[in-house]
């Protein structure tokens, strides 16, 4: 049974809503509301002075998602809807996707409206809004979240070989960290334009003891095992999220084009090795779940939490500990060749 838990606090890139003003159009104007008060077919203009602020986010147990603690904008414990995925095209005819999230306070009514574009938006642009979609919002938003390996990562199998992600199939047995050899039970494909802030994290062959160079999502956590606790966690396991390693030589961001996104769901958040090293799998949380087929879902339903998913996502650092350029070769220095057992 698959387990579905309530993931530790995150954080997404947004700017208020009022940074988008309506220029032309029968909301001319106003700033960016809500889908049920928008009309296509406005233009909009985005704002010179908008600054990227972080949104601290935590997935509660009850399915809903809250401001978290440490956040950068909005109120801590305030409750955090959905409202929709808003379609946005240029004059040169390229489309932008826009998800609209509201913080409502403890009476119900609407606090803020932040915007999460999935692609960078450009100051002084006409910017015509074509679609509006309330139902598929929560996939976009689960896409955002869900943890992925591109095309090409190497997977450890149970019986040590190694199969390119893209070639792996469910049923297949893979080798995990903690509970030996599991099967796959889904594997998700996307292909979404690597810009911004979610462009792949791209790791150089042998910077953290991995065999090739290994390229994740953001927010994907690597397992480091320390044999001394040179970051200062106080526990020598620890997971790191690719982004808080970027130094701009050996780890990088690859901005532009296109990306491949793979997926791995087992029946229970696992650490497995990509490219020789020990990398997390997909985790299903109140986020993630939307980006599930309707017969997984079902299966969630039904799920406990597991005190193992729980236990296993508490190592994760923050980013103050690693804020420092070398803190991937501390890691690699601390750990040598990381243990599997």
């Given amino acids: 049974m698959i387990s579905a838990i309530a993931k530790p606090a995150a954080s997404i890139p947004v700017f208020p809503a009022r940074m988008m003003i309506c220029v032309n159009g029968a909301n001319e104007g106003d700033e960016l509301a809500?889908?049920?008060?928008?009309?296509?077919?406005?233009?909009?203009?985005?704002?010179?002075?908008?600054?990227?602020?972080?949104?601290?986010?935590?997935?509660?147990?009850?399915?809903?998602?809250?401001?978290?603690?440490?956040?950068?904008?909005g109120t801590p414990g305030a409750s955090l809807h959905l409202d929709s995925c808003l379609t946005f095209m240029s004059?040169?005819?390229?489309?932008?996707?826009?998800?609209?999230?509201?913080?409502?306070?403890?009476?119900?009514?609407a606090a803020c409206v932040y915007l999460l574009p999935?692609?960078?938006?450009?100051?002084?642009?006409?910017?015509?809004?074509?679609?509006i979609d309330i139902e598929d919002a929560p996939r976009k938003?689960?896409?955002?979240?869900?943890?992925?390996?591109?095309?090409?990562?190497?997977?450890?199998?149970?019986?040590?070989?190694?199969?390119?992600?893209?070639?792996?199939?469910?049923?297949?047995?893979v080798l995990t960290r903690d509970n030996g050899v599991q099967q796959v039970r889904w594997i998700g494909h996307s292909t979404v334009r690597a810009v911004g802030e979610f462009a792949p994290i791209a790791i150089a062959k042998g910077v953290l003891n991995n065999d090739n160079d290994l390229i994740v999502s953001p927010d994907?956590?690597?397992?480091?095992?320390?044999?001394?606790?040179?970051?200062?966690?106080?526990?020598?396991?620890?997971l790191v999220k690719a982004r808080h390693l970027v130094n701009g030589t050996t780890i990088v961001q690859q901005d532009g084009g296109f990306v491949e996104y793979f997926q791995l769901l087992?029946?229970?958040?696992?650490?497995?090795?990509?490219?020789?090293?020990?990398?997390?799998?997909?985790?299903?949380?109140?986020?993630?779940?939307?980006?599930?087929?309707?017969?997984?879902?079902?299966v969630l339903a039904r799920a406990l939490p597991q005190s193992g998913d729980r236990m296993l996502i508490d190592l994760e650092v923050q980013k103050t500990l690693l804020d420092k350029p070398d803190a991937a070769e501390l890691l690699r220095a601390a750990s040598g060749r990381i243990s599997r057992h």
């Fill in 34 to 73: 809500f889908a049920t008060e928008l009309s296509l077919d406005d233009t909009y203009w985005f704002s010179e002075t908008a600054e990227l602020q972080r949104l601290g986010i935590a997935s509660e147990d009850q399915g809903e998602i809250t401001i978290d603690e440490d956040t950068g904008v």
């Fill in 91 to 109: 004059p040169t005819g390229d489309t932008t996707e826009v998800l609209l999230l509201v913080e409502v306070d403890m009476f119900g009514d």
């Fill in 118 to 131: 999935l692609a960078p938006l450009a100051a002084r642009t006409d910017y015509t809004l074509v679609g």
């Fill in 141 to 173: 938003f689960a896409e955002v979240a869900c943890v992925s390996f591109t095309r090409g990562t190497k997977i450890t199998l149970a019986s040590g070989a190694q199969r390119a992600i893209e070639n792996l199939s469910v049923g297949d047995r």
């Fill in 220 to 238: 994907h956590r690597l397992f480091i095992y320390q044999r001394q606790d040179t970051i200062g966690a106080g526990r020598r396991e620890v």
């Fill in 266 to 298: 087992f029946d229970r958040h696992e650490i497995i090795y990509a490219e020789g090293i020990a990398a997390e799998t997909l985790l299903v949380d109140t986020r993630t779940r939307a980006a599930l087929p309707p017969e997984l879902d079902e």
